[in-house]
């Protein structure tokens, strides 16, 4: 079609989303993700521009039998082959394939939209080109509004609920006898969906520098062996009745 090519704004959404669904341990692949959903924002409001150009000039839509089976032709592949994907990554339980497993299954429905509405446009009614754009721009962009306030509440970081703390709290005073008390415990992430897990622990005053060292060692490798954990950091000290060691604000 001349003025709103419908396949187009299909292909280019599903390019943005790759690199927005699947988020991972870096705050890089967020910030990725932030760029890409304001970089789409700003391609699907020049794109309802067009279409409210179009329906105000009443442009149809180029007539051309070849140009037309060669774009049935072209967006029937791309959706079966997405339509493929989508069902072969719903079989893994990993969230990150899971999350391209959702992005296949919603290119589906906004290809079919789209081929209907080009196809509909080209043999009967031209103004069905830009109201299929308008619905499939609607469409998309509703739901990565969810994804970039998702996004971005990551990326300004959030504390793991009470049920992940109580998890690790429990699992450092079971790592070793001598551990007498537990200081603080903190897990935090900023632009992933790993954590950031801080640890203090009191051990003996007498007890020598190998041995606290092992200990410390020993669980920090245990804490980031959890599926949920990026990062452990382990503080060894002899007593917990010191005042604050670091700042609390900046």
Not at 82 to 111: D, G, P, W
Not at 163 to 181: G, M, P, V
Request: with cysteine; hydrophobic share 40%.
């Amino acid at each position: 079609m001349r003025k709103i090519n419908i396949s187009t704004i299909t292909i280019v959404a599903s390019t943005v989303s790759y690199s927005t669904n699947a988020r991972g341990k870096s705050n890089k692949e967020t910030f990725n993700g932030i760029k890409g959903m304001i970089v789409f924002g700003s391609f699907g409001l020049q794109l309802l521009f067009q279409a409210a150009k179009q329906f105000i000039t009443k442009s149809k839509p180029e007539k051309d039998p070849q140009k037309e089976k060669w774009m049935i032709g072209v967006m029937t592949f791309v959706t079966m082959v997405q339509f493929m994907l989508a069902f072969y990554c719903r079989r893994f339980e990993n969230k990150i394939v899971r999350a391209y497993a959702e992005h296949h299954s919603s290119n589906v429905k906004t290809n079919l939209i789209s081929l209907a509405a080009a196809v509909l446009a080209i043999r009967y009614y031209w103004w069905i080109d830009p109201t299929g754009a308008i619905i499939i721009l609607l469409y998309t962009m509703n739901k990565w509004k969810k994804t970039f306030f998702e996004n971005l509440s990551a990326l300004i970081g959030r504390t793991a609920p009470p049920e992940f703390l109580a998890k690790l709290t429990y699992l450092i005073l079971n790592h070793h006898k001598d551990i007498k008390h537990i200081d603080t415990v903190k897990a935090y992430t900023h632009g992933s969906d790993h954590y950031i897990v801080e640890v203090d622990i009191v051990l003996p005053q007498d007890m020598v520098l190998r041995e606290t060292h092992d200990i410390g060692e020993t669980l920090q490798v245990k804490l980031e062996q959890l599926p949920e954990v990026e990062r452990a950091f382990v503080h060894i000290d002899y007593e917990y009745t010191h005042k604050l060691e670091h700042k609390t604000t900046v």
